[in-house]
């Protein structure tokens, strides 16, 4: 069976027109097992309870942003391995720096069409079909 | 506020910028033709910016790429403002442009325009004023940290540069045939 069958992800942005823009391109690489989150805050506490294979989320979002979700989820055991693509509109050398040090997987920088978004994500958890 | 106008810096913001900023002794300026600029502010708190954006239209990628594009510079605006201190829950945003400046072609100011109003409606964020469509480009003046917007329609026989020159200019006075001046009360 295709990876994009059973891969579980969450999509994590403040806007959410652009959680929709993922949610669709996902959808169109065949991943519908998508959870969703609206701020840093609600995801780690919902990663938590239900961790899924990847989190793919927004840099800039009110309260956690994307680098202390990922933190977040690096110093808990059950979601430390969770694979974590940053997508961001400032992808500078610092930024990335200071994921990397979280173990960040991958970024994608804004506004990303769903061959780039894919090819990250495969980067990460390997062939979806 | 009359009285305010004089002493204010005017800085030009052009197609694909957006500027935010906290300084009451600046305001943003715009041309439009069949772009939008979105002005948005806090007015709690007196933080406020503008970006001014066309979609490109004619991709690869068609529709979806022009949609993440202008999302994409509607975030850039809205997490601005918010690292300036603003809320988004009282943010409130006044759209201008969006013009068919050129009669024949394709009228992207209305898919430009269509894009804006739906984005920020989507967002919930209330849309002050609006003045869109038409056939006659636009210079705007926005105060971000009050949120007072200036429009002055202009001429319909000026044309438009495709990508306006990044720089500075001091502003020009409106065309003669340009007439229409409206101002937009913060509420």
């Not at chain 1, 990335?96 to 061959?115: D, E």
């Not at chain 2, 715009?30 to 910016?49: K, R």
């Not at chain 2, 829950?89 to 006044?94: E, H, L, V």
Request: proline share 5%; charged share 20%; glycine share 10%.
């Amino acid at each position: 069976m295709a990876l994009a069958n059973n891969l579980q992800v969450m999509v994590v942005d403040d806007t959410s027109v652009s959680r929709a823009l993922i949610v669709n391109a996902l959808d169109e690489m065949g991943v519908r097992n998508v959870v969703l989150a609206k701020d840093g805050a609600s995801a780690l506490k919902t990663l938590m309870l239900n961790p899924v294979h990847l989190v793919i989320s927004d840099m800039h979002m009110p309260g956690l942003d994307g680098i202390a979700l990922l933190k977040g989820l690096r110093e808990f055991a059950p979601t430390s391995k969770i694979g974590f693509i940053l997508v961001t509109g400032s992808a500078d050398a610092s930024l990335i720096a200071r994921g990397l040090a979280y173990k960040l997987n991958n970024f994608v920088p804004k506004p990303f069409t769903t061959a780039t978004l894919k090819k990250a994500i495969e980067a990460v958890v390997g062939r979806l079909a | 506020m009359k009285g305010d106008e004089g002493r204010r810096r005017r800085e030009l913001v052009t197609q694909g910028e957006y500027r935010v900023t906290t300084d009451s002794g600046i305001s943003y300026a715009s041309i439009l033709g069949s772009c939008v600029a979105t002005c948005l502010y806090d007015p709690e708190i007196g933080v406020g910016g503008m970006n001014h954006f066309l979609l490109p239209g004619e991709n690869r990628d068609g529709a979806a790429s022009d949609m993440r594009y202008g999302v994409h510079l509607m975030e850039l605006l809205i997490n601005g403002v918010m690292s300036q201190g603003g809320r988004r829950a009282r943010f409130k945003a006044k759209i201008f442009g969006g013009a068919r400046v050129m009669p024949g072609l394709s009228d992207v100011g209305a898919t430009n325009s269509r894009f804006a109003e739906a984005f920020l409606k989507h967002e919930g964020i209330e849309i002050a004023a609006s003045d869109l469509g038409g056939s006659r480009g636009r210079r705007i003046e926005f105060h971000p940290t009050t949120g007072l917007a200036r429009l002055i329609y202009i001429a319909s026989d000026w044309k438009p540069l495709a990508t306006p020159p990044p720089r500075r200019r001091a502003p020009s006075p409106a065309p003669a045939a340009a007439g229409d001046i409206e101002l937009f009360d913060r509420d």
